[in-house]
Each structure stands twice: as C-alpha cells, then as structure tokens.
C-alpha cells in the first residue's frame, strides 16, 4: 500500500508546529523505512517509468542528435556492476540478478574506500555515522551524477546540443555541465583548480560520442557506495543513441592512484522521456539550511547499521 507524507522540507517551509514536524518523526519510525536525505524518496520505492510515449519500432532518428530528457532504468545504481550495486530498494542487498565484479583497487585506493562510509547499500552506516558528502550538501559531481541511487522521475538527465557544446541539466540537486565540442584540447591538469564536474570535451567516432574529463574534485565519490577516485582521475563517457527511444552510456575511470586497471561501469541505458521534457522544473536543490534541519530532527540515529 502507497503511503504519502509530507517532506521535512515542506513542512519547514511552512514553518510547521513541532507537533507536525513530530507526528511526521513518529510515522517514518513507525514504518521503519531508511530515511537517507531530506529529499530523498522514501526507502526508495518510487513507482517505475513508464514511457507511453515511446515511438514505435523502426521510427526513423538522427544517431548524432541525442537532445531531449533521458531517464535511466538499467539497474545499478553505482558506477559500476558492483557487488550490491543494483538493490530492489535503497539500501537492501541484492543485485537484481546480475553478474557483478570488485573495483581493481590499488592498495591506497582499497584504503580510501574502507575509510567512505556511505549511508546506502551493502556498507551502509547510520547516516549519523556516514562522511558522504552529499549529507552537507555538497555537489555530487561527475559521474556519480550520472549514476544517483534516486530512483523514478528523478533518475534523469535532459541534454542539449548546440554546434559547439553539449549541454547536461540533471535534475537532482539541480546541477548542469557543459562539455565542449569545438575541437579544443583537454586543460593540463597542473594549469587548473580541480571542479565539481571537472573539465570536458567531445567528439564523435561514427555514431558515438565519446566525452573526455580531467580536473576533478577528489572529495566527490564514484557512486553511493563510497568508491573514490583522486584529482588525477581521468573519465571517459561514450553515448550511443541505439534507436527513437533509447540512449546507452559507458564510462571508463582511469586513476592509477585508486585504480590498478581502467575500471569501467555496466551499460546505463536510457528511454527518451517525451512527457516529463514538457513539465515543470521540480526545483530539487540540496538546500543546507533544510539539509541540516532535517538531519538534526530526523535522519542522525536513523537508516543504518550501527559499527
């Protein structure tokens, strides 16, 4: 059965009476349901897409024009086909039957990793307990932006091309980024400040459009489960529009710092989403004031496993 409650963020917003914000506290305890981050969908059971919309078998599609909304709805949830990596909810075990594989760590990655303590799957922490940091609301960066564990409407990205830059909006947390397909050159990595999203460039190879990235910020993850990687990371993404409907991603890290090989994520796939392109900007900002509200009154001591 559907239960629907009010966020803490509404209920801030409307500077609700501490009986509400209570009633709210007790009914989420109740249900015993992992509350991760104030807006978060609840333990993760968000209603699965559905494309009404889809344009049949054999429509005609230009494969060098990957405009439009894109929704995810491959399985994992991490950057890759990792043990736990593509739970039936948030936070449960499971890999929806899927072959998995460990990341090919170095030692100094190996020990990064063990010191992430997400708040999500297989290595869950009370959050309370957890440095992720998405909980201080902090960018999620690329790629972990590419793979959120936000499930349902929210698993999306919307891409424009122009003649000179692909342009990404995604709407958790409310992040764009710009990838550059004017023919310039990667930055050197000790000529720049290490971003968010880090620095990106495009080109095409037959029908796939292959990204490259340098400069990122190592303080960001991988992926909900912790995966690191260092500010000497170098991403590959290539995109490949397969028919009308459907969009494919793989990206590739190589980080001999973290990595002992070049560690590649499963294939993201992506339906074209034509009726949630013509609705309204939801406005999903990680707002630190509601951010930490929230964690004071409801998350700290909640979803996790106490270590």
Not at 122 to 147: K, S
Not at 258 to 277: E, N
Request: proline content about 8%; charged content about 25%; overall charge neutral.
């Amino acid at each position: 059965m559907e239960r629907n409650f009010p966020s803490a963020r509404r209920i801030s917003r409307r500077k609700a009476s501490n009986k509400e914000l209570r009633a709210l506290v007790h009914a989420i305890v109740f249900l015993t349901v992992p509350v991760i981050t104030a807006d978060a969908q609840i333990g993760g059971q968000v209603p699965s897409i559905e494309h009404p919309t889809e344009a049949k078998p054999g429509t005609p599609f230009d494969p060098h024009d990957i405009s439009g909304k894109w929704n995810r709805i491959s399985p994992f949830e991490s950057f890759s086909n990792v043990p736990g990596g593509a739970p039936g909810a948030q936070g449960l075990p499971g890999n929806a039957g899927q072959a998995v594989a460990e990341a090919p760590f170095t030692a100094e990655g190996k020990k990064k990793f063990d010191a992430n303590r997400p708040s999500y799957g297989r290595r869950q922490v009370a959050p309370m307990l957890g440095n992720d940091p998405q909980m201080t609301c902090d960018p999620m960066g690329v790629p972990r932006v590419l793979n959120a564990q936000v499930k349902g409407p929210h698993a999306t990205m919307e891409i424009t091309m122009t003649s000179d830059r692909m342009l990404q909006f995604f709407q958790w947390h409310h992040d764009w980024r710009e990838i550059w397909l004017d023919g310039r050159a990667l930055p050197k990595l000790d000529d720049i400040e290490p971003k968010w999203d880090g620095y990106s460039v495009g080109r095409w190879d037959g029908n796939t459009i292959i990204v490259n990235s340098v400069g990122f910020d190592e303080r960001t993850w991988l992926d909900h489960n912790g995966y690191p990687h260092s500010d000497r990371m170098l991403l590959e993404e290539r995109y490949r529009r397969l028919d009308a409907n459907t969009l494919e991603l793989v990206m590739t890290v190589t980080d001999p710092v973290i990595y002992a090989k070049p560690f590649m994520s499963d294939t993201k796939v992506f339906k074209l989403d034509r009726v949630g392109v013509k609705e309204w900007d939801p406005q999903i900002y990680c707002v630190p004031s509601e951010e930490f509200r929230f964690n004071s009154l409801i998350r700290d001591g909640g979803a996790g496993k106490q270590k």
